[in-house]
Structure formats: structure tokens, C-alpha cells
């Protein structure tokens, strides 16, 4: 039997993890310490980025590029609409337009074609960018995206939330990981607790452009610069307007942009640092448990598509297609088991939909959304639990 709730995802806190928030408590820092340089790195090392920079959420991730990119009133940008609704708003937080676009039924993601339709119905320089999702943790192939992107101009912010860990492979075989940058100008990562690395909240954002990493750093802590080579005020300003002093003084600072605070915590990134060490522990159990349902369901008649076994997929998500998902949920939240829907189409929030857009603009996104419900899938997912998750969806189809 079952007594607690299973849920569509949770995080795993070891007693590691908290010796190691608990060893930052004690330290000199809570903020912008020697942890939050050790996060990024050690996260640049494991994506395969030249930098990164670790923030608040994965919103302010989001919020942070647009900005960098100079994203602003009348930008057109294309996203999917089967991703969060942070994937989407980073545009709306500068003033962009969000043209959301199809996806394919096979694999959940932004359809290319449809892109490239779009962009080959109008003029050059209508759109300025793309945010392609790794949905559920299944790699974009950002490879063919850059060369689209690169005829019409366009920069690429990969949403990454679901995917570290993941990797496509690219013409010449290689392992393209997510999050890498050598495809997208920027990549951004959550740390929310049912992502695969929790730090309560936090996010990063990883890239290989120099320009674009100091614009972010700025960003993240209110446009201000402690870097004596960029100041543009005089040292004689600086110093009070005593010319006795050629050099700067220790105090000095300037605000030369309208930045944010968008920091992470000391303590959180210890959190990071010491997840990220089992971070290919983790994505090895998603792995199996993928495997486990993706041959449980092969060939069920009530299975019309699900995740399935996919080279590179991290498996954020588990998804199934379903007959009856409202019948199906709701028996299976009888029986403790919590799923959720990723997602209710981000075309259709209320929000969206005072832009215009309606029922019947995106039909693939739609019908997937009548049939989709994620299962349970992270790493202390029991062999237990998952046969009884099994167990139950059968019983129901059975019925
Ligand atoms: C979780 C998530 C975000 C936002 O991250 P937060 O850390 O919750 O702000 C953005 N995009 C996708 C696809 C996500 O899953």
C-alpha cells in the first residue's frame, strides 16, 4: 500500500546538501560570497559554457537576457506555447510582442517548419528572436535553429529549465549538450524544486559571448560597475573634486544602466553546488524510470503518444497522451497519486488572449493539451511507487 501522496515531481535533500547550506551560514557571507563563483563555474563545466551567471529564478533569468538582448517596444519574438509562461513574459517585461508558434506532435517542441514559415511570410526584420523550450527535458536541435536564426537575423535564448543534462546530436555527431551556447546566444536554467537541481529558488544563464556575460553581470546587481576601466566619471569627481588624488577611492562605484537585484544567496548556491554533484546520479534514475513506463505503455491502446525513450533526453517530465485524461487524473488523485498538465496553452491565458490570440491558432498545442498528463518522475521515484503508478493507469483503462 501507499499512505503518502506521490507527486509529479520533488526534490531529494541529503544530509550533504545540508551540512553544506548550513557550513555557508556560518561563513562571511550570505550574499555574492566565494559560493556563488563556485556555482557558476562548476555549472559552465557541467552544461560545457564558457561563463554563467547564477540569479535569483529562472524568471529573472529570462527577464535578465531580454534585457541584454535589447529586447524592446515592438520586438517580435516566436516561442512555444506548450512551455511555462516565464518563456513568454521575458519579452512582454520590455515590451516585445510574443508570437507564439506550433509545435510538432512527435516531440512537443517549437516546430521548425512553422518557424521558418512564419519568417518566410514577412519582410526581413519583422521578428528579432526565438526562445525555443528543451520541453520535458528533450533537447532542441539548436544547430538547425541557428542556421534559420542566422538567415533572418535573429538571436536565440534556449529555455533550458528541464533540460540539464540534456544533449542533442548535432550533423557531425557531436554531443551538443543543453545549455552549452554554441548554438543560442543564451541559455537559462531553474532551480525550483521539482527542476532537477533545487536550490529553492535560483536560476542561471549560461553563454559564450564576453559582451553579453558583463552586460548580465551589471543587470544582475542594479547596472552598477566596480570596474575602474568602465567608469566615464572623472577621478577628480570621484575623489570629491579634490585633484590631489589620481586614482580612484576604495568607495567608488558607478550606475551607468537601470539594473535590477537578481542575485542569488551564498547559502543557496552551496545548495547548487552540492546538488550538482549528483546531478548525473539524478538524470540516470530518470533515465530508468523513463524506460520503465515507456515499456509498460508500449503498444497499450489507450497510450495515443507518450515521452518515450529518446537519446538525450533529461526527463523533467514523463508525458503520456491519453484518452479520458480528466477520468484518468482525477482517478489517479484518488489514489494519491498527484500528476500535473504541462501546460494549458500560454496562447490562452487570459493575458495572451487580449492580444488576439484564440482557440484554433495553434491546433496541434491544443489537441495535445486535451490529452496530456505528466507522471511522476524524479530520482526517489521508488521502483515501488512507480509500479503502483503503472498499476493504477492500467486498472483505470481496464474499467
Ligand atoms: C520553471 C520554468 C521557468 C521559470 O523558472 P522559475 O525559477 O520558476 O522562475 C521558465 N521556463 C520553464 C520552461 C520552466 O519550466
Not at 577611492?249 to 551607468?256: F, N
Request: hydrophobic share 40%; net charge negative; charged share 20%.
Amino acid at each position: 500500500m501507499i499512505d503518502k501522496i506521490i507527486p509529479y515531481g520533488r526534490q531529494d535533500i541529503t544530509q550533504e546538501d545540508i551540512t553544506a547550506v548550513i557550513e555557508a551560514l556560518h561563513s562571511d557571507y550570505l550574499t555574492q560570497g566565494p559560493r556563488i563563483v563556485e556555482f557558476e563555474s562548476a555549472f559552465a563545466n557541467y552544461v560545457g559554457s564558457k561563463y554563467a551567471v547564477a540569479v535569483a529564478n529562472g524568471t529573472a533569468a529570462l527577464h535578465l537576457c531580454t534585457l541584454a538582448l535589447d529586447v524592446k517596444e515592438g520586438d517580435k519574438v516566436i516561442t512555444t506555447p506548450i512551455t511555462f509562461a516565464a518563456s513568454a513574459n521575458c519579452v512582454r517585461y520590455c515590451g516585445g510582442e510574443v508570437v507564439f508558434s506550433d509545435i510538432d506532435p512527435e516531440t512537443y517542441l517549437l516546430d521548425i517548419n512553422k518557424v521558418r514559415a512564419l519568417l518566410e511570410a514577412s519582410p526581413k526584420g519583422t521578428y528579432q528572436g526565438i526562445i525555443p523550450v528543451d520541453f520535458a527535458g528533450r533537447a532542441v536541435d539548436l544547430e538547425l535553429f541557428r542556421k534559420l536564426a542566422d538567415q533572418y537575423g535573429l538571436w536565440i535564448i534556449e529555455d533550458a529549465c528541464h533540460a540539464p543534462g540534456g544533449y542533442f546530436v548535432d550533423s557531425k555527431n557531436k554531443i551538443q549538450n543543453c545549455g552549452n551556447s554554441n548554438f543560442a546566444d543564451l541559455a537559462i536554467f531553474s532551480f525550483h524544486p521539482v527542476k532537477h537541481i533545487a536550490c529553492g529558488e535560483g536560476g542561471m544563464i549560461t553563454t559564450n559571448d564576453e559582451v553579453l556575460y558583463k552586460k548580465l553581470l551589471s543587470l544582475r546587481t542594479h547596472g552598477i560597475t566596480k570596474n575602474e576601466a568602465d567608469y566615464t566619471n572623472s577621478v577628480i569627481f570621484a575623489n570629491g573634486n579634490s585633484a590631489n588624488n589620481t586614482s580612484y577611492p576604495a568607495w567608488y562605484m558607478e550606475m551607468q544602466t537601470l539594473g535590477f537585484n537578481y542575485r542569488l544567496t551564498d547559502f543557496q548556491a552551496a545548495l547548487g553546488i552540492s546538488q550538482l554533484e549528483r546531478a548525473d546520479e539524478g538524470l540516470a534514475k530518470r533515465r530508468e524510470i523513463a524506460t520503465i513506463y515507456n515499456n509498460s505503455f508500449n503498444g497499450k491502446s489507450f497510450i495515443k503518444g507518450q515521452s518515450g525513450v529518446i537519446e538525450g533526453h533529461a526527463y523533467h517530465l514523463y508525458v503520456i497522451e491519453v484518452e479520458d485524461r480528466l477520468g484518468l487524473y482525477n482517478y489517479l488523485r484518488e489514489n494519491k497519486i498527484f500528476t500535473q498538465i504541462h501546460y494549458i496553452p500560454c496562447h490562452l491565458m487570459p493575458y495572451y488572449k487580449q492580444f488576439g490570440w484564440k482557440e484554433g491558432d495553434m491546433p496541434i498545442a491544443e489537441n495535445y493539451y486535451k490529452h496530456c498528463i505528466s507522471l511522476p518522475m524524479f530520482p526517489i521515484l521508488t521502483a515501488e511507487e512507480q509500479k503502483y503508478v503503472i498499476g493504477k493507469i492500467e486498472e483505470y483503462y481496464r474499467k
